[in-house]
C-alpha cells in the first residue's frame, strides 16, 4: 500500500508526494493515488474534494482539528476511511459503500446529504463530533448508520430522513434532541447505554429496540453474566437458575410471576441490586457478594 501525502500549504505538484517532498492540492494528489492507497493532509484547508469512482478503496486521514475539508463529494461505490480532521459538508451519492469515519469533527452549520439506488450503505461514526447545526439528510435509499462514543452538540435531530430503509444503531451516546426526524421511511433505531433528553424521533413513527435491557428469551440459557455497565436491566424467566451481575453501576432485575419445578435463583453481584415482582417467593431467591445492598420492590 502506498501512502501520499498533501500540503497546502509549501506542497509542491511537481513533487514525488512523499512525506518530505507532499503534493500542493488533494485534486492533484487523486489523479496519482491508486485503489487501496492512503492520503495524509497536512494542517490546512482543503476544498473542495470531489471523487467520482466505482469499488474504490482508499484512506484519508487529517492531522487532527486544523486540517480542514470544507466540502467532500463522493459518486460511485467505496471503501473510505476518513480520520482525524474537520469536515463542513458531504455529499454521498453512493450504493453498496462502507465510510468509516474516526475522530472527525463536523463543524457547525454544517450536512451530510445522502442518496442510493437502492443498494445496502453503512456509515460508521466512532468518537467523531456533531457540532452546532450540523445534520445527516437522507433523501432516499438503504442505509445503515452506527454511533459509537460520539458528542452531539447540536441545537436540532441529527438525522433528517425523507425515505427509504435506514438502521440506526447508537452505542455510549448522549443526546440532548431526538435522533431523527422521519417524513415517510422505515427505520429501526437500536439503542444501547444511550442517555435520550427528549424523544428518541420525530414525525412519523420509528421501531425502537432498547439493548439496555435484556430479556432472556432472547438466550437458549439458564444462566447468564452480565455487565451492569452496558446493560441496566434483566427480564428472568421461570426457567432462569443463576445469574452474575459484574460492573459497578445499579442494575435492575425482574423476576418471573412463578418458580418452575422449584428452581432456587441465586444471583451473584459486584453492585447495587433493584429486585421486581414483590409477589415472588423470596424463599427461592439466593443472593449473595452484593456490594452495598438490594432493593426489594
Known amino acids: 500500500m502506498d501512502n501520499y501525502y498533501v500540503n497546502s500549504f509549501n506542497g ?29 493532509l497536512f494542517v490546512g484547508n482543503y476544498n473542495p474534494i470531489l471523487i467520482n469512482s466505482s469499488n474504490f478503496e482508499m484512506e484519508i486521514k487529517g492531522s487532527g482539528l486544523n486540517t480542514i475539508c470544507e466540502r467532500i463529494d463522493l459518486n460511485g461505490t467505496f471503501n473510505v476511511n476518513f480520520k482525524k480532521f474537520k469536515i463542513n459538508s458531504m ?17 457547525g452549520f454544517s450536512k451530510i446529504t445522502l442518496d442510493n439506488d437502492g443498494e445496502q450503505s453503512e456509515l460508521v461514526f466512532t468518537r467523531c463530533t456533531f457540532n452546532q447545526s450540523f445534520q445527516i439528510k437522507i ?42 426526524n422521519n417524513t415517510n421511511a422505515d427505520i ?12 428518541i424521533f420525530t414525525g412519523k413513527n420509528c421501531n425502537i429496540i432498547n439493548k439496555n435491557n435484556i430479556d432472556l428469551d432472547d438466550y437458549n440459557t439458564k444462566a447468564i453474566i ?16 443463576f445469574i452474575k451481575v459484574i460492573g459497578d453501576r445499579p442494575f435492575i432485575i425482574t423476576l418471573p410471576e412463578k418458580v418452575k419445578n422449584g428452581f432456587l435463583i441465586e444471583i451473584i453481584s459486584t453492585t447495587i441490586l433493584i429486585i421486581l415482582n414483590n409477589k415472588y417467593d423470596s424463599s427461592y431467591l439466593k443472593i449473595r457478594r452484593v456490594k452495598d445492598e438490594w432493593i426489594f420492590y
Do not use: R
Open 12 to 40: 509542491n505538484n511537481a513533487s514525488e508526494g512523499n512525506e518530505k517532498n507532499p503534493f500542493k492540492t488533494f485534486d492533484y494528489a487523486l489523479k496519482k493515488i491508486q485503489n487501496g492507497n492512503s492520503l495524509y
Open 91 to 107: 455529499y454521498l451519492n453512493i450504493s453498496n459503500s462502507y465510510l468509516n469515519y474516526y475522530e472527525i469533527y463536523f463543524m
Open 139 to 180: 433523501n432516499s435509499g438503504k442505509f445503515t448508520l452506527i454511533f459509537k462514543d460520539c458528542v452531539f452538540k447540536g441545537g436540532m435531530n441529527l438525522l433528517d430522513i425523507k425515505k427509504g430503509e435506514v438502521v440506526i444503531n447508537i452505542t455510549n451516546c448522549n443526546l440532548k434532541n431526538p435522533i431523527c
Open 188 to 199: 429501526t433505531i437500536i439503542h444501547l447505554n444511550t442517555i435520550f433528553s427528549n424523544d
Open 226 to 241: 452480565i455487565d451492569s455497565n452496558i446493560f441496566s436491566s434483566l427480564v428472568c424467566k421461570n426457567n432462569t437458575e
